[in-house]
């Protein structure tokens, strides 16, 4: 929001200039006037001399300033409000600008509005009215409020319906009386097959749930977002009908997104305008194009309001005041600063603790509570001087949430395997969702997105975490690990967390010394492994299919805890057309793998806890065997395990042969067994019983010959 500081002027009786003090109630300058604003939670982004380039001559001294405003202060979205602000700041008084004297009634009105029953709710008040015109140019100062504020300047009654909605906030419209189908107006939802051209030259297709003002044939404006080409104003145009409308905003966001269209309009009406503004911007319409000699007013103004909406009342007790803001405000200082800032605050009758019945003002649609109204005495009476105090804990704090430790607990075991935690959207295209997830039934599309890079909730990390692989790629890096935890999104199985991971590039750091590999499935299954481990677990993986996964180098990760064994996800290679679609660049292989984060339990997770260095030594024995090259190396290892007996500490795959000598479809596999007693040594002949009992089971349950 820009304002021209001598708008501002013309509206608080305050004098407002640089360099000298102009009163003790004034800000020395527009400088600290921009401070002040800052202090009350409006972010001003820019200080510009206006006119441009007039910093350095003799004119009187102006500027422009260039406001953030929060969506929940719409009424600051004009002159008047940031000047009641100002007001309240500085104990100046407002002046509201003069509006067009009131006429009296007619036994006819000039011209008919109707407000279909049905969109009461998404049109409560319209006001509409006549004036004779003779379009023309704009005089210069009028110009310059626009030029100012950003808005390119038209004609004097286009250009009087924008001075309109900068200086009050509440949006105008006029129609060209001779362009529409006789002097009526309704305001309707559209009908099927409508279709509207708007002033910025666009078709658009109206739906049954829009709003429209209409004459008796066709709409004539988008309600709340922009007037139609068909009843525009122009040169010829000799009398306008004026429109000054509430609008729910619920129903204009929603329109306007459908047709794409954004105004300044829309934009005001959407964050919610005031129900009592119409009647003062149409009276003030009227006045400025008698002032400036545009037109004259043809008969009364038409209001229709059917169902009046009363403003709120909200009781404000004194004591609340300082329990929330651990400071005792003056109680002088209340009631003058909310009547200041629109609000009529009335006190009740108490024997010691003073308290208001607070009317809010409809324009201050961000009021509803007693938390509310507190606020406002805390912005004024000034957040700097408020004490930096805890509050007084009442009740000890509720546990952690297992969830939290378990993602604590994943954060530091992934970093520590060298892994970086990457946040991605949580909307992604839908052409990314079904390249994971086939199954478009289960996709959870949004109805209204904003873009069709966001039109579904993801199915699964994996695109996301691509996508941030692909960017840290464009920047010159080549050797990546990144991690990502967050929700899943599927028809069938509601919201659920998840883990994914990603890495290409180097297994290990380029060293002179080391010649260096690119990373591998084995690699990123080490992870896992270690994950698992720290969870109190034992990772396995068996071959699997899945269609975005290089084939034969996918696996189903399972985690075993004790008994138990649950399904973990999946680990592979991505696949390299998948991965260029997505944009990826580069010879290097990239390895993912997505788990259920359900599946790891926090109660059960190692702890580092320190173990006694083994007083006895260890016994290893080498065991070739000749096995089948299908059988999975996990399958081998539970063989091994479930017959050595409790002595055996390790298991190592020492080397693996398939070649002359070996029988067709399988492989010679050599293990390294290493076995350990806590309490003694281990004599030969256990060990070798051991070993025999091995490999007895590998015989028996996989056929495997001993070389």
């Given amino acids: 929001m820009r304002i021209q500081v001598s708008w501002l002027r013309e509206l608080v009786t305050l004098s407002i200039g640089p360099g000298d003090k102009l009163g003790s109630a004034g800000p020395a300058s527009i400088e600290e006037l921009a401070s002040a604003l800052t202090m009350r939670g409006f972010e001003v982004s820019a200080i510009e001399p206006w006119p441009p380039g007039s910093g350095d001559t003799d004119a009187p001294p102006d500027a422009v300033l260039d406001l953030e405003i929060t969506t929940n202060r719409p009424d600051c979205l004009s002159v008047l409000g940031i000047a009641r602000e100002v007001g309240t700041i500085y104990g100046a008084d407002l002046q509201m600008p003069e509006l067009a004297p009131a006429e009296a009634p007619q036994a006819t009105d000039p011209i008919a509005v109707t407000i279909d029953d049905t969109d009461a709710d998404l049109c409560p008040r319209y006001v509409g009215a006549l004036a004779d015109v003779e379009v023309g140019p704009s005089p210069r100062w009028l110009v310059a409020r626009l030029e100012a504020a950003d808005v390119r300047p038209i004609n004097n009654v286009v250009d009087v319906t924008n001075f309109v909605m900068l200086e009050l906030g509440h ?96 934009y005001r009406f959407e964050r919610g305008a005031d129900v009592a503004g119409p009647p003062t911007a149409m009276a003030r319409a009227r006045q400025l194009l008698i002032a400036i000699g545009a037109g004259q007013p043809r008969g009364p103004i038409v209001d229709r309001y059917p169902t009046h909406i009363a403003p709120r009342v909200v009781r404000l007790r004194h004591h609340r005041i300082g329990h929330l803001l651990g400071e005792t405000v003056d109680k002088a200082f209340v009631a003058p600063t909310l009547a200041r800032l629109g609000f009529d605050p009335k006190p009740e009758p108490t024997n010691d603790d003073p308290a208001w019945r607070v009317t809010v003002p409809t324009f201050r649609v961000d009021v509803a509570r007693e938390e509310d109204l507190i606020e406002e005495i805390a912005r004024h009476h000034g957040y700097d001087r408020l004490p930096t105090t805890f509050p007084a804990l009442t009740a000890p704090p509720p546990p952690t949430k297992p969830w939290f430790v378990r993602d604590r607990l994943v954060r530091q075991l992934l970093t520590g395997c060298g892994f970086s935690e990457a946040i991605t959207y949580g909307f992604i295209e839908r052409e990314a969702a079904l390249a994971v997830h086939a ?73 002179w010394s080391d010649p260096g590999r690119k990373a591998d499935l084995f690699d990123l299954t080490g992870v896992l492994t270690r994950l698992c481990e720290g969870f109190g677990g034992v990772a396995t993986f068996e071959p699997d299919t899945v269609r975005y996964l290089v084939p034969g180098r996918t696996a189903r990760a399972h985690l075993r805890v004790g008994d138990e064994t649950t399904v973990l996800g999946t680990v592979g290679q991505l696949d390299p057309m998948l991965a260029g679609e997505r944009g990826l660049t580069g010879s290097d292989d990239v ?77 010679s596999l050599s293990v390294r067994l290493t076995f350990r007693a806590p309490d003694r040594t281990l004599t030969d002949a256990e060990v070798q019983a051991a070993t025999d009992e091995v490999a007895g089971a590998l015989k028996q349950a996989h056929q495997a010959k001993l070389r």
């Fill in 439 to 511: 199954n478009e039934q289960d996709i959870v599309a949004l109805r209204n997105p904003l873009s069709e890079k966001g039109a579904v909730l993801r199915p699964s990390l994996l695109p996301g975490l691509v996508d941030s692989l692909i960017h840290n790629r464009r920047r010159e890096r080549q050797d990546i690990r990144l991690f990502e935890m967050g929700s899943r999104f599927r028809q069938d199985d509601g919201e659920t967390p998840g883990l994914a991971l990603a890495l290409t590039g180097a297994a290990v750091s380029l060293h």
């Fill in 171 to 266: 949006p105008m419209h006029a129609f060209d009386l001779d362009r529409l189908a006789g002097p009526e107006i309704r305001v309707r939802r559209a009908r099927a097959g409508e279709r509207i051209r708007t002033l910025d030259g666009g078709e658009h297709q109206l739906e049954p749930d829009m709003l429209v003002i209409a004459d008796a044939r066709r709409p004539q404006a988008v309600a709340g977002v922009m007037g139609g080409a068909d009843s525009e104003v122009g040169e010829a145009t000799r009398t306008i009908v004026l429109e000054a409308a509430y609008f729910d905003p619920i129903s204009v966001r929603r329109t306007s997104k459908q047709i794409g269209l954004a105004t300044d309009a829309s």
């Fill in 591 to 667: 390895y993912v793998a997505e788990l259920d984060l359900l599946a790891l339990d926090a109660g059960t997770f190692d702890h580092l806890q320190a173990t006694p260095v083994p007083r006895h030594p260890s016994i290893t024995r080498d065991l070739s065997i000749e096995i089948g090259d299908a059988l999975p190396a996990a399958q081998v290892r539970d063989t091994i395990r479930a017959a050595a007996g409790p002595a055996l500490v390790n298991i190592k795959e020492v080397d693996r042969y398939q070649g002359t000598g070996i029988a067709a479809g399988a492989v």
